[in-house]
């Protein structure tokens, strides 16, 4: 397994190593322990999550104000734009994002700390994403910055207006969103 630091330091891609032959493939989708060496911290995942998107739909971009989660991304089928916002204010990366395009075939995985909000675009119709979280679901610390936002500049890779949530078209600006410390 291969984890390597994006341009924001604290995301990380993650490649496996995969054994594959006439029969299919194997790989190790996750190791603590090569995880933790790599990340430099002990976490527990609590939760893990699972969606389905048809094409041209867009999730977030969201994160929990309290209870904040760390994620690890992949994608079972189909692909998506994988996108992470620092909003750690102390961070001498707030403000700035990064994306990459995780799929089915590539086997990519992400990891998205704590103090970040994140979202993605779905590439393929049937694109199923599984992701583990460090702290559970809180409704009430849920916070969503405006995915189109002209602060972020986000180059999502649209050919047409996305599929968006009711929820996630009234995202916060980045300008006026609650940000970590």
Do not use: C
């Not at 309290?66 to 994620?71: L, M």
């Not at 995780?102 to 998205?112: D, G």
């Not at 995915?147 to 009234?170: F, G």
């Amino acid at each position: 397994m291969k984890i390597t630091p994006t341009e924001i330091p604290d995301v990380m891609i993650i490649e496996p190593r995969v054994f594959g032959d006439e029969r299919g493939f194997f790989f190790e989708s996750f190791n603590e322990k090569v995880f933790q060496d790599k990340i430099g911290s002990e976490l527990r995942f609590v939760q893990d999550n699972h969606s389905r998107s048809a094409a041209n739909v867009l999730r977030g971009l969201h994160y929990q104000i309290q209870q904040s989660q760390g994620k690890l991304v992949r994608v079972v089928a189909g692909a998506v734009f994988d996108v992470a916002v620092d909003i750690r204010r102390s961070s001498p990366t707030f403000g700035q994002w990064v994306g990459y395009e995780l799929s089915a075939e590539n086997k990519q995985q992400i990891w998205v700390p704590p103090g970040f909000a994140h979202g993605f675009l779905s590439l393929v119709d049937g694109t199923e994403v599984l992701y583990k979280t460090t702290d559970f679901y809180a409704p009430e610390h849920e916070r969503s910055l405006l995915w189109n936002d002209p602060m972020l500049d986000i180059a999502w890779p649209l050919a047409e207006e996305p599929i968006v949530s009711a929820k996630d078209q009234i995202g916060q600006p980045f300008s006026t969103a609650e940000v970590f410390a």
